[in-house]
């Protein structure tokens, strides 16, 4: 299969078109620079040279594919309204990579709100309103000839195997806890987080890529864990003796800015890949995110 993934050199769509490599698909990638280009043609992943803003191109690209991933990013509708026009009548696959922020609140560090499942009806905070519509369109483009997925992740940790091998969250915290010797939490850190192991996100696409229908919306987590809890891992990990700090909004903000700070770090996002695991047997089984922060590749 012919594969075109935006967000190659990324975290995630890097590490899929890893895999996807290695099982032998043709895999090519998006990428704004020659030199990101020549890193990737020596993975075995043809590069598009180019950048989202060009949308004659990103279609082009698309509609030469027999599937096409978006990981590059989850609320630029431009950039999808364009691919999805390529393949409008091809029955060709277009995955689209969402997050669980749709359901986040503003908790504040405090423990708040539902578990979502896949059928649970979702009505995100204003920031996150742009999404769920652009997921809600990539999801109706079923009905004209695609077959439109969304893959919806929550907090992902592991080491990457593309160019780019880093999350976001946990270095972040790995960071701030050097900074101050001592894991921080926003407020009481009660708020919780869902989680999967970048490995086990990888093998969710793959399964979806496969076999999943039309117009299927997926979470993708394997736990979950309060940011305290996480805090105290990475302050375990550092030789702090698993102490931790709360942070006011105000010093949370300062660190991370108000969007990450409020409806990341201090938000709860609950959710349960039910789909996922009844419809396509998904089975997540890589180490826990705390195991992954106390033993694993965090400990560099």
């Not at 101050?180 to 696409?205: E, K, P």
Request: contains cysteine; charged residues 20%.
């Amino acid at each position: 299969m012919k594969v075109f993934i935006t967000g190659a050199t990324g975290y995630i769509g890097g590490s899929i078109a890893a895999r996807l490599v290695a099982e032998g698909h043709g895999v090519s990638g998006l990428v704004r620079t020659p030199d990101r280009a020549k890193a990737l043609e020596a993975r075995g992943i043809a590069p598009v040279l180019g950048d989202l803003a060009d949308t004659t191109l990103v279609a082009r690209a698309a509609a030469e594919a027999d599937a096409v991933i978006n990981t590059a990013n989850s609320d630029n509708r431009p950039v999808v309204d364009a691919m999805l026009a390529a393949l409008r009548g091809t029955g060709k696959t277009f995955l689209q990579s969402s997050g669980t922020s749709i359901v986040a609140d503003l908790a504040d560090g405090e423990r708040e709100g539902p578990v979502y499942e896949e059928s649970t009806p979702v009505h995100p905070l204003p920031m996150r309103a742009g999404r769920v519509a652009l997921n809600d369109a990539v999801l109706a483009a079923a009905a004209d000839g695609i077959r439109s997925l969304v893959v919806c992740p929550s907090l992902i940790y592991g080491d990457g195997t593309g160019l780019h091998r880093d999350s976001i969250q946990v270095p972040w915290l790995i960071a701030l806890a050097r900074q101050h010797r001592v894991g921080c939490h926003v407020g009481a850190g009660r708020n919780i987080w869902s989680n999967v192991h970048i490995d086990d996100l990888v093998d969710l696409y793959v399964v979806a890529l496969d076999r999943a229908p039309p117009g299927a919306f997926y979470y993708a987590e394997n736990g979950e864990n309060a940011m305290r809890d996480a805090a105290a891992a990475v302050s375990r990990m550092l030789g702090y003796g698993g102490a931790t700090r709360a942070m006011t909004v105000e010093e949370a903000v300062a660190v991370w800015g108000e969007g990450p700070a409020r409806y990341t770090m201090g938000s709860n996002s609950r959710v349960k890949a039910v789909r996922a695991r009844a419809e396509l047997g998904w089975k997540p089984h890589r180490p826990s995110l705390i195991d992954e922060i106390e033993r694993g590749c965090y400990r560099q």
